[in-house]
DNA sequence: GTATCTTACTTGTATATACAAGTATGTACA
DNA sequence: TGTACATACTTGTATATACAAGTAAGATAC
């Protein structure tokens, strides 16, 4: 049997992901979800609390509950998805496929997803357009064991990380950001020279079963930045 | 008057942070602080939910409750000084300060500190050295209103960042990373060429009352990078 | 000796209740 | 008109209580 606090939480939760609820619109006091849920105050409080902390509401005192606006950020850098971060910005998307195959890991490569040398890998290469201008040149192997049909999908329909979170949930991911120059083929595609910085993100995301897939997501530096956001706890 | 529940968590962190508790060591049950402090097992026990949320405790029914045992990291990028970063590598560390001075703000620089047109700010400079080579120039502008002693300081016993956190508790953090070619003055500081990339982190950070610095970290590119770890909170 | 049951803890969920405190909106009064 | 107060909400804190559920260790039966 599922808390039923939990329930409350999903039910709030179904409301904001269907788009019954927007950002900034009141959620029904602790009160009135006690009385529609047959639950007392507290349980209905202790939901409340909860989406509170992982940050899909906003609380005052006195004015109520309300749904917050910038939900996907919980974590210093956003994971939001290059597609999203341009049409954010008010910027035509497309993107072109430079390559979706399958090969054989190189021991680099093998070692990047944790499978076995020369097992077989799902390699793409995809470059990001805002407003007819590369923005990201998206360099990705994949671990078929969890995403057997990835070569399959149409990644003008939608994102290898939105795809990938389908299919194999993810639940963590290691970044290293280093700032390099382009070789020769890369600045190509980015429309850059070979002198000019690059931003490069090494991304792993994890589900719990392993290493899904590995990229590297190369920027223009001058044309790029990653902007971040912490909140420290306090502890007092 | 303090909420109660925020004594006891309080007090347990302090025991914590004296090194009177350490990690993996069981703290009192919710029954024996409820009697310990004199206030209801509920109250008690919210003292020690909110530090399992904060990572600073574990619980595991039928178990007990334990301190924690790696606290610091909370969010994707570790917050971790240059200075420990380069002892935990096992290297030499030292720096050099090439500038420690009371200057009028820039208009740029009142902006980014959030402080009136041509007031006066703290600047200091400060180059980090990993085993003799530079890895880090640290540019940073202080608010004088929030760290009224900071020139006094000697960076060689504390750095900026674990000052600042002294003086006024640190709340929040924004970042931006980007990759830029370093100016003359910035390669000959870093022994670069001013065609080698440089990874620029700018970091404003901010007390409960405001922006207390804002700093810029040049680091080489091609002796440096950001490692960075991220949790998904599965949501249901 | 080994397996099972009992007991005594722990945390987890849920309720009913009470009062404190912040916010907005009314209404009465000057 | 405008200020002050009363009211009716909201969330915040705190208590006492009850039972569920997980864990460990000791007692018991075989």
Same mark, same amino acid.
């Given at each position: 049997m599922q808390a039923r606090y939990i329930a409350i939480k999903s039910a709030i939760l179904d409301k904001i992901e269907s788009g019954d609820m927007s950002p900034n619109q009141q959620v029904p006091s602790e009160n009135q979800l006690a009385l529609q849920f047959n639950v007392s105050r507290m349980t209905a409080r202790r939901a409340l609390t909860e989406l509170v902390d992982e940050g899909i509401l906003m609380r005052s005192q006195g004015l109520g509950t309300y749904v917050s606006d910038?939900?996907?950020? @919980?974590?210093?850098? =956003?994971?939001? @998805?290059i597609h999203d971060e341009i049409i954010h910005r008010g910027h035509h998307y497309n993107n072109q496929v430079l390559c979706q195959q399958r090969i054989v890991a190189s021991p680099q490569q093998s070692t990047q997803l944790g499978v076995a040398a020369q097992a077989e890998i799902f390699h793409t290469r995809i470059v990001h357009l805002e407003a007819g201008f590369p923005i990201q040149l998206e360099d990705r192997i994949v671990n078929?064991?969890?995403?057997? =049909?990835?070569?399959?999908?149409d990644f003008n329909q939608i994102t290898a990380n939105q795809y990938l979170s389908q299919v194999a949930p993810l639940t963590q991911a290691d970044h290293i950001v280093e700032a390099v120059l382009p070789e020769q083929q890369v600045a190509d595609t980015l429309q850059i020279q070979i002198s000019d910085p690059c931003l490069v993100i090494a991304r792993r995301t994890f589900s719990a079963k392993g290493i899904v897939s590995f990229a590297r997501l190369f920027h223009p530096g001058h044309r790029y930045r990653i902007g971040g956001h912490l909140e420290f706890t306090p502890k007092g």
């Open positions: 910038h939900r996907p950020m @919980s974590s210093m850098l =956003e994971i939001r @998805s078929p064991r969890w995403a057997p =049909e990835y070569l399959a999908q």
